[in-house]
Nanobody, 126 residues
Framework: QVQLMESGGGSVQAGGSLRLSCEAS????????IAWFRQPPGKERERVAT???????SYTDSVLGRFTISRDNAKNTLDLQMNNLKPEDTAPYYC????????????????????WGQGTQVTVSS
């Protein structure tokens, strides 16, 4: 198991930027895929972006070109740079991690990730 703690949430106006960070107790050897999820009010938790241990990234369509996920394995940190924020980006954002022994990508389903942070709120006003 790995402990995760998010930070960096806040309130911004549409078009603004925020940078979220996730600090882990230890990524190395206990996780390969790390992701950001969010859960807008009244909706299911959705995957925002994923990064593999080798640095491969994937994004949900709605954030392509606006969000950038990155990780620093030496510092055990995961970041999400969010630019051109929109009101529909409003949600608590969660850091999640998993170790898949086969190396296969865990995909979009939250239940495929077994380590979660407590979340950090992002609010975007119009």
């Amino acid at each position: 198991q790995v402990q995760l703690m998010e930070s960096g949430g806040g309130s911004v106006q549409a078009g603004g930027s925020l940078r979220l960070s996730c600090e882990a107790s230890d990524f190395n050897g206990v996780t390969n895929y790390i992701a950001w999820f969010r859960q807008p009010p009244g909706k299911e938790r959705e995957r925002v972006a994923t990064i593999s241990g080798r640095g491969g990234t994937s994004y949900t369509d709605s954030v392509l070109g606006r969000f950038t996920i990155s990780r620093d394995n030496a510092k055990n940190t995961l970041d999400l740079q969010m630019n051109n924020l929109k009101p529909e980006d409003t949600a608590p954002y969660y850091c999640a991690a998993v170790l898949t022994p086969s190396g296969a990508c865990p995909g979009d389903r939250p239940y495929n990730y077994d380590n979660w942070g407590q979340g950090t709120q992002v609010t975007v006003s119009s």
